[in-house]
């Protein structure tokens, strides 16, 4: 038995809640809908950290971030830290990446064998935050309300323009695999960096929404004393009183950020329509997820960074209509989980047997799941980066979530009953038993005296390093991709109707002239 293939597509701050099959009822999204309507659909799916670089990070490794210093934008992933890049290799797998993946490092493969992008962000150590100083703004890099304030059309973008390179490369590197593969089952990350902010859509995408009426946030911004510490950081954070946010500039932004949705989903309905034109798509396992989610205006809140739901839930799809009936699961999943799920699938298929960690997992295995033998599920997200001055944790377990940080309330919501999370039942005596369970948990999850004290002596570390080798000549760590135009296309040292007829999928019929 062939060992299956892997089509894992990533979206950046993509929420649940804006797409059709989580139920929203104007965002254009048919190709993720109809992946979900053949696959397994995680309707409680978690990022271990609502933001860019330790939700990958923890994606990648099937790690707590906060095990392995993975703690902001700005984090070194080590290179003796295994992915799921790395063990795949091990079982025979050819992997690829497409997109960005923001490994900060010189490192900028950490197991994949190609990778025919840059990244759309900086591999070095310009982007750590303070912890010394956490009222302090980084304007040249954090968040602010533009976004918000000039949100609308764009026919090109940065992040416009990267996608489209990423999502062309990814179905050349398909196009490559199928003609001149070689023999190895593949693994290709496609990641794109839509719907993340700025929220400017193409035309063609924002036209879908035209006459729409588009929904306002369901929860409005509480009043600063009524309001969560953390939501008050993050307030300052991304400087949300420096402009007036209007309720049209909020509609704005939201049209443009389903747009973007479309956008994405446009790329995905081209990468499964390649797997089905190069007959790959039955030997094919498609993995639909995001780094985080987006608030998009709950709360008040913008982007993410939250351990609000907008924020911290992810969409996670896996289809596989040859391995796993279509279904949806109930139970928490999250990132750390892909890692051992692909190992188990890729096993199972016919890779062979799978190696065993090199460190402990934090993640298990979704197959039981996607088969529907599980009902239980466990999802744990960590917080220590900008916007925060000491470690958050949440702890999502049956209908509970719960979270945690030094000086700050606890807060205990019931999703079932309150999925909008209004109403705190840390101090309900009634959920004493409940609380005390996740305190006991988060014990035994860290101790946030010592992260704090190894996150403040990392940023110290990078801080120090990056002023160091920003100063005389520059050598960077961004990711070159290689090309050898001499072999590409049509070159003199090639046999021209050989080199064609190879070019070709499917191969075309054997050309045996008289003159041979």
């Known amino acids: 038995?062939?060992?299956?293939?892997?089509?894992?597509?990533?979206?950046?701050?993509?929420?649940?809640?804006?797409?059709?099959?989580?139920?929203?009822?104007?965002?254009?999204?048919?190709?993720?809908?109809?992946?979900?309507?053949?696959?397994?659909?995680?309707?409680?799916?978690?990022?271990?950290?609502?933001?860019?670089?330790?939700?990958?990070?923890?994606?990648?490794?099937?790690?707590?971030?906060?095990?392995?210093?993975?703690?902001?934008n700005a984090a070194y992933l080590p290179s003796t830290l295994p992915t799921f890049a790395h063990y795949l290799r091990a079982m025979g797998y050819r992997t690829c990446l497409s997109g960005k993946m923001h490994f900060v490092g010189p490192d900028q493969l950490h197991g994949f064998e190609q990778r025919v992008t840059t990244d759309i962000y900086p591999a070095d150590f310009g982007w750590v935050p303070d912890w010394r100083m956490p009222e302090q703004r980084i304007d040249l890099w954090y968040h602010n309300m533009s976004s918000v304030?000039?949100?609308?059309?764009?026919?090109?973008?940065?992040?416009?323009?990267?996608?489209?390179?990423?999502?062309?490369?990814?179905?050349?590197?398909l196009y490559d695999a199928a003609r001149n593969g070689d023999g190895r089952p593949f693994c290709l990350v496609t990641s794109f960096i839509h719907p993340h902010d700025p929220y400017a859509a193409r035309r063609q995408f924002w036209d879908l929404y035209e006459g729409e009426e588009i929904d306002l946030p369901?929860?409005?911004?509480?009043?600063?004393?009524?309001?969560?510490?953390?939501?008050?950081?993050?307030?300052?954070?991304?400087?949300?009183?420096?402009?007036?946010?209007?309720?049209?500039?909020?509609?704005?932004?939201?049209?443009?950020?389903?747009?973007?949705?479309?956008?994405?989903?446009?790329?995905?309905?081209?990468?499964?329509?390649?797997?089905?034109?190069?007959?790959?798509?039955?030997d094919t396992v498609v993995v639909f997820l995001s780094d985080h989610g987006d608030m998009l205006g709950e709360r008040g809140l913008w982007y993410k960074m939250s351990l609000y739901e907008w924020s911290v839930r992810i969409p996670l799809i896996v289809s596989a209509p040859q391995l796993f009936a279509a279904r949806r699961v109930a139970a928490p999943a999250s990132q750390v989980d892909v890692l051992?799920?692909?190992?188990?699938?890729?096993?199972?298929?016919?890779?062979?047997?799978?190696?065993?960690?090199?460190?402990?997992?934090?993640?298990?295995?979704?197959?039981?799941?996607?088969?529907?033998?599980?009902?239980?599920?466990?999802?744990?997200?960590?917080?220590?980066?900008?916007?925060?001055?000491?470690?958050?944790?949440?702890?999502?377990?049956?209908?509970?979530?719960?979270?945690?940080?030094?000086?700050?309330?606890?807060?205990?919501?019931?999703?079932?009953?309150?999925?909008?999370?209004?109403?705190?039942?840390?101090?309900?005596?009634?959920?004493?038993?409940?609380?005390?369970?996740?305190?006991?948990?988060?014990?035994?999850?860290?101790?946030?005296?010592?992260v704090a004290r190894a996150v403040l002596e990392d940023q110290a570390r990078r801080r120090f390093i990056n002023g160091a080798l920003t100063r005389g000549q520059h050598?960077?760590?961004?990711?070159?991709?290689?090309?050898?135009?001499?072999?590409?296309?049509?070159?003199?040292?090639?046999?021209?109707?050989?080199?064609?007829?190879?070019?070709r999928f499917p191969p075309p019929p054997a050309f045996t002239p008289r003159w041979r």
């Open 1 to 72: 038995m062939a060992a299956s293939n892997f089509l894992i597509v990533m979206a950046d701050q993509l929420t649940p809640f804006a797409l059709g099959c989580y139920g929203h009822p104007l965002v254009r999204s048919p190709h993720i809908d109809a992946l979900a309507a053949e696959g397994v659909v995680f309707d409680s799916a978690y990022c271990n950290s609502p933001l860019c670089t330790p939700g990958r990070y923890a994606f990648m490794t099937g790690r707590y971030v906060s095990r392995f210093g993975g703690y902001d």
């Open 149 to 173: 304030k000039q949100a609308g059309v764009a026919e090109i973008t940065n992040q416009l323009a990267y996608d489209d390179e990423v999502g062309a490369q990814a179905l050349r590197w």
């Open 218 to 282: 369901r929860v409005a911004r509480p009043a600063a004393e009524a309001n969560d510490p953390h939501s008050l950081r993050l307030e300052r954070a991304i400087a949300v009183d420096a402009a007036e946010v209007t309720e049209e500039d909020v509609r704005r932004a939201r049209r443009a950020y389903y747009a973007n949705v479309s956008y994405v989903d446009h790329w995905l309905g081209r990468l499964m329509q390649t797997l089905t034109d190069l007959g790959l798509r039955d």
């Open 340 to 450: 051992p799920s692909l190992m188990a699938l890729a096993a199972e298929s016919g890779a062979g047997e799978m190696p065993e960690p090199v460190d402990p997992l934090d993640g298990v295995s979704l197959l039981p799941a996607c088969r529907g033998e599980a009902d239980q599920g466990r999802a744990v997200s960590e917080y220590l980066a900008e916007g925060a001055a000491a470690p958050l944790l949440m702890i999502r377990q049956g209908r509970f979530k719960y979270t945690c940080c030094p000086g700050d309330p606890e807060q205990l919501f019931d999703l079932e009953a309150d999925p909008d999370e209004l109403t705190n039942l840390a101090g309900d005596p009634g959920q004493a038993e409940v609380l005390a369970d996740f305190r006991r948990q988060a014990g035994a999850h860290w101790d946030t005296e010592a």
């Open 475 to 503: 050598t960077g760590w961004d990711y070159q991709p290689p090309r050898a135009a001499g072999d590409e296309y049509t070159r003199s040292h090639m046999e021209l109707s050989d080199h064609d007829a190879r070019s």
